[in-house]
């Protein structure tokens, strides 16, 4: 049985062992160290240091067949030392990734994890993390605990605010840490995704927002809400 097993069963380092001495025959095989990261993308990295082979792959592929094991090990290895790639393992990665729930897996990844924070709280203007706190106090008698709080890369008119679930965090558009948009309307924004955490919904994407009746009713509690709202729809 162990015979059987080690026949059907090759680890990816194992994999990657064989299909370097496939690719260099004459050059014995390195130790063999390979990490499944938590990218945003289906990337993988390959490099040689200190005669060690370090290969970096997503953690999407980690319980991906041996086949594409093997296509991926041909395609890194390939191009570590400039051969040719051979076809059938580029097609069948290839293939592989273009699957419909590989697809949807890393579409998801591209939008939580993709979303990295570039900023702490402190922005030019504004500091999410008094602001969070004073907030925390006058809405949830200071129990909430505090997420990560962080400004998009990009001043984004569409999403000012947002909850990510996956990392905790709540990021607000950059394009309210201006003197030009007042205090009351980063405040609104800021509780609004504050209400995401309090008030957690069954999420069909990460990008769409569910407003229950509860969050509703407790978002109305927020005083000169319809003032905000108007800034927010004025901002320059
Ligand atoms: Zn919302």
């Known amino acids: 049985m162990q015979v059987q097993s080690a026949l059907f069963f090759e680890t990816p380092a194992e994999i990657y062992a064989r299909v370097f001495s496939d690719l260099k025959p004459r050059t014995a095989v390195p130790e063999i160290k390979i990490q499944f990261r938590r990218f945003a993308s289906a990337n993988s990295f390959i490099r040689l240091q200190d005669g060690c082979l370090h290969v970096r792959i997503c953690d999407v592929l980690e319980g991906a067949p041996a086949p594409i094991h093997e296509a991926l090990a041909y395609i890194l ?132 927002c569910i407003h229950t009746p509860d969050f509703k009713a407790a978002e109305k509690l927020f005083p000169r809400l319809k003032e905000a709202r108007q800034m927010l729809k004025a901002l320059p």
């Not at 393992?89 to 273009?98: E, G, H, K, Q, T």
């Open 77 to 208: 290895i390939a191009k570590l030392y400039r051969k040719p790639v051979p076809a059938h393992c580029d097609a069948r990665y290839r293939r592989y990734l273009n699957r419909a729930d590989i697809r949807r897996t890393l579409d998801l990844l591209r939008q939580t994890r993709g979303r990295k924070f570039v900023s702490g709280p402190k922005g030019d203007v504004y500091d999410l993390e008094p602001m969070f706190e004073e907030l925390n106090f006058q809405f949830f008698t200071g129990l909430m605990a505090r997420p990560l709080l962080g400004w998009s890369r990009r001043p984004s008119r569409t999403m000012l605010g947002h909850y990510d679930p996956s990392h905790n965090a709540i990021i607000l558009s950059r394009i309210l840490d201006s003197p030009a948009v007042p205090r009351l309307a980063v405040e609104y924004v800021l509780y609004h995704e504050m209400l995401h955490l309090r008030y957690p919904t069954q999420h069909h994407g990460p990008r769409r």
